[in-house]
């Protein structure tokens, strides 16, 4: 079986903080998918990211970084100098590598308000 | 516009009644995906094809729910018999399958909004 957990319902910052959105996972599978999406009020789920699990290089695109680590099943998401724009619900997903099987099980997501 | 895209929009229907909703995925990908979302919560997956194969369903997909992508192109998931409970938003999303048969990542629509009288 497979398990998301996002601890933090909901985050308020203010403009210019950063903030980082906490991800656990739970999976028996040996290699798996991890991702984040992004729904803003408009409520189309937006694709941020894709890793996998060989791979625990942490990544950086722009104002967003990834730490992925394996050891203790965590793949936290950082947004630097925050802005309105990022205020959306976050969330963490994971699926097996496994041509027979790519459901993506989610966690409940985090919600980030971020205030001018 | 190359997204997915849903049919219709918002949906409001009566209990026990039938309703279809329709998934346009985008054109190169094979693989389609359903899921379900209720307020405040994250999708939960319903069912997935690879081409016109229906290769995954959930347990979550009862047997009032069913799904079909009869060419390998766009998808239809009906529930027959509605009930209040089936009151969510449907996601549909595509994905295409990778040079090295690992899965690349799935691109969503816009929902369809269920409401059940």
């Known amino acids: 079986a497979q398990k998301v957990t996002q601890a933090q319902t909901e985050i308020s910052v203010v403009e210019k903080e950063d903030v980082t959105l906490d991800c656990v996972y739970e999976?028996?599978?040996?290699?798996?998918?991890l991702f984040w999406y992004k729904q803003p009020p408009s409520g189309e789920l937006v694709f941020l990211i894709r890793?996998?699990?060989?791979?625990?290089q942490n990544e950086i695109s722009g104002r967003y970084s990834w730490n992925f680590q394996k050891s203790t099943s965590s793949f936290n998401f950082t947004i630097t100098a925050s802005q309105v724009v990022d205020s959306a619900v976050y969330f963490c997903?994971?699926?097996?590598?496994?041509?027979?099987?790519?459901?993506?099980?989610f966690g409940s997501g985090t919600r980030l308000q971020v205030q001018p | 516009d190359t997204g997915v895209s849903q049919n219709p929009r918002h949906k409001i229907t009566k209990r026990g009644q039938n309703v279809t909703f329709r998934c346009d995925p985008i054109?190169?990908?094979?693989?389609l995906y359903w899921y379900r979302q209720t307020l405040g919560q994250g999708p939960e997956f319903l069912t997935y094809?690879?081409?016109?194969?229906?290769?995954?369903k959930s347990r979550l997909l009862s047997d009032r729910f069913s799904a079909e992508r009869p060419k390998g192109s766009f998808s239809t998931l009906e529930i027959q018999r509605t009930e209040q409970g089936d009151s969510a938003m449907y996601l549909c999303?595509?994905?295409?399958?990778?040079?090295?048969?690992?899965?690349?990542?799935?691109?969503f629509g816009p929902g369809t909004r269920l409401t059940v009288l």
């Open positions: 999303a595509s994905s295409r399958k990778g040079l090295s048969g690992g899965d690349n990542e799935q691109f």
């Open positions: 999976t028996r599978d040996t290699t798996y998918y």
């Open positions: 890793r996998n699990s060989f791979d625990e």
């Open positions: 997903a994971l699926s097996p590598l496994d041509t027979g099987r790519r459901a993506l099980t």
């Open positions: 054109s190169e990908h094979n693989r």
């Open positions: 094809f690879q081409n016109e194969a229906q290769l995954e």
